[in-house]
């Protein structure tokens, strides 16, 4: 690390406040990261302006915040931004994207246009009079459904006992669901100011999905902006609920479009329980994170966990009496229940595929034998065309 770094000058900084205090987001334009500094971290990073040394930084941030710093402290939170990439000497300016095989995403395309030219024509949808009229449109719906309740449920239970043609149809129109949702987050982000850098796939616990890269939210001042970005993509899928739900009760039982209307408020409703669940890494998830003002929520709190057992258990560990009374007891209820809930979901989904191995235990016996013939013989074939 030389003497005098430099924090870039291209960064995007927003304060927000905390309880009463105040934090900053810092985002890199280049690699679409963001960072929260608490403010003697962002102190530091106003001072590294590639002409004051490290030991001037210490004493200056020593004298403002009435701490004793180190020069060593100042060197190691230095070192982390510029493995961040952070620095104007930097050579990591872009941070790898974390892969997880319990939640993988590829991006696929870059929205920005695409979303611009719809924001010009869906505006709006964020007006008080649609919200107000969408509100009594579902309000209209419910009344319908619950007017003919016993139909309803006999029709569910009747789609419950699925068939290969049913599983495609709603596998199709859950993707319609959740395309129109994601694109709905992506509006509701250009609405507040911000831009969205990225759209594409996503496998959460092996279950593929379509995913909207909103991270421009964290530089949002008003905690109601960040929520209702992550909200108002769980709003779309009730309107289109709500919307199946009239049709289907309006049309003749006989028409195609009544049996495609019930099988639309099937999809909708999943998918809004599924992303309720603050548990996994989806909108529920990113909701919480925002109403407890707490990033990372989930890799924090299961990470608490662990190092409590190891404690208790007896082994050393990081000190975690640096956390508030608050932040502990929310990382210990909330790292216990996602830890339990991921596993046991882990075990249902191993268990469902085990029984497909089982079902079709030949086929994958003979698709072996193929794919180990292929590979032994593969060497002798290029050795005899060489």
Sequence with gaps: MRLYPEFRQDLVIREHKVDGKAVYWVKDPVANTFFRFIVFQYYVATLLDGTTSLEEIGRSVSARMGLTVGPESIETFVKRL???????????HEKTRQRSLLHYTIPLINPQRMIKWLYARLSWCFTRTFVLASILWVGFAVWLLS????AYTTHVGAIMRLTSSTLVDLYILSFLVITIHEFAHALACRHFGGKVQDMGFILIFF??????NVSDSYLFERKRDRMIVMLVGMYSGILIGATAAIIWRITDQTAWIHQVSLMLMMASLWGLLFNLNPLIKLDGYYMLNDWFDMPNLRRKAITYVKRLVRSIAGYPVE????????????YAGYGVMASIYSLGLIGVIMVFLGEIVLDYVSEFILAGLVVGFATAVRPSVSEDSS
Excluded: C, F, K
């Design 147 to 150: 007017s003919d309740w016993e």
């Design 207 to 212: 279950l593929p999905g379509l995913y909207t």
């Design 82 to 92: 510029d493995t961040y990439g952070l620095l104007e000497t930097s050579t990591a």
């Design 319 to 330: 000190s975690i009496r640096s956390l508030t009374r608050r932040q502990r007891r929310i």
